[in-house]
């Protein structure tokens, strides 16, 4: 199946400091991507849908500013968490849509393990 | 109402023996997709299996298998000859329309040797 890498796949970081996460598609060009995030033994969240291009499409109760999504070509997409605090620690885990004419799949990235101090 | 319902919170299967994950949907689409993805320790998540809306027969990957009942709504995995690398995470998910993907809570699965 087709490749999403994402980096990095564990940071630790002081509260109020940025991180970035990338995702990338490998082998493939991603009109779409997705961002979702994990809380322990619980089940994906969506937090928004990166189209190439244009701007980010955010699901309800997720800040714009906290999260800022940047999807600049068709094999990467960003996530900024923006000063982040300790309850942003989270597992961070980005996908990316390959269609064609009868297919419809969604690959997964490694994901991002994010610790605030 | 929940797009994708997973009623096991936690299953626990003896090494060798076969396993039924539960997982029901919700959708007025005529078109959709249902896929099953496993999640081990390691946090990646792995595809297992795909069902389109209108394929006639249950989709089969090797040892995995999904029971497709539209009538119900119901895609059900069915993991044959259990191991103990299958211990993990697994997740049910829905496409609706293009983009719209929507996952269940999970049920965690434990082999026992």
Redesign the interface.
């Known amino acids: 199946g087709a490749v999403v890498s994402q980096h990095p796949s564990r940071v630790i970081c002081k509260s109020g400091t940025s991180v970035k996460i990338e995702c990338r598609s490998l082998d493939f060009q991603a009109t779409t991507m997705f961002w979702y995030r994990q809380f322990p033994k619980k089940s994906l969240m969506l937090m928004a849908t990166s189209n190439e291009g244009s701007k980010a499409t955010y699901e309800q109760g997720v800040e714009k500013d906290k999260f800022l999504i940047n999807h600049a070509s068709l094999t990467l997409s960003t996530l900024t968490v923006t000063s982040a605090h300790p309850e942003d620690s989270s597992f961070y885990i980005c996908s990316a849509n390959l269609a064609g004419e009868s297919y419809n799949e969604q690959f997964f990235g490694p994901g991002t393990r994010l610790t605030v101090l | 109402a929940q797009k994708i319902t997973q009623t096991q919170p936690g299953m626990f299967v003896q090494e060798k023996e076969a396993v039924t994950l539960d997982c029901t949907y919700d959708t007025s689409d005529q078109s959709y ?1 249902l ?1 099953w ?1 496993k999640q081990p320790s ?4 792995i ?1 297992l299996i ?1 069902q389109g809306s209108y394929d006639q027969q249950n989709a089969t990957e090797g040892r995995y298998s999904l029971n497709f009942q539209k009538a119900r709504k119901s895609a059900n995995l069915v993991i044959s000859a259990s191991q103990l690398g299958d211990s993990a ?1 697994y ?1 049910c ?1 829905m ?1 609706e329309g ?2 719209q ?1 929507y ?4 049920t ?1 699965l434990t082999v026992i040797p």
Do not use: D
């Open positions: 997709g896929f993805y390691s946090g990646e998540m595809f795909y995470m997740f998910a496409r293009f983009n993907f996952f269940g809570t999970g965690s």
